[in-house]
């Protein structure tokens, strides 16, 4: 499989060349997880599906209920959009007052393994 390529999250221009910078390899996987998770569902004009319901979710309960609901969507939509990668383990961390979204993941081509922290706010 060839190593993921493409523009870098956040965008921005590479001092050396001018141009766009780039990102590849397990920082772009990263950087692309990244968009997935913090994309509402419905947000993108052209592609509706894309995206999580995480957001909608944070001013719901704070229970075992909801908890499940976070792990379940980010979890889906994972599987949906992120193919080079596997979830291996999704949990809820509260700490100091904040609720964060931690995916701990292994890419599906190489045994590294990553880890995703969505802040819910």
Do not use: C, N
Not at 24 to 37: C, I, M, N, S, W
Not at 54 to 66: G, N, R
């Amino acid at each position: 499989m060839p190593e993921p390529q493409g523009p870098a999250f956040p965008f921005r221009v590479d001092p050396q060349t001018g141009g766009v910078a780039w990102s590849a390899g397990p920082e772009k996987v990263r950087q692309d997880l990244h968009v997935l998770l913090g994309t509402r569902l419905g947000e993108r004009p052209m592609l509706r599906e894309f995206g999580t319901r995480v957001h909608s979710l944070v001013h719901e309960p704070d229970d075992d209920v909801t908890a499940d609901l976070l792990r379940k969507q980010a979890h889906e939509a994972v599987v949906r959009w992120e193919r080079r990668i596997v979830v291996t383990r999704a949990r809820l961390d509260r700490r100091e007052g904040e609720l964060r979204l931690v995916l701990e993941y292994v890419h599906s081509d190489r045994p590294a393994a990553g880890e995703m922290i969505v802040p819910l706010v």
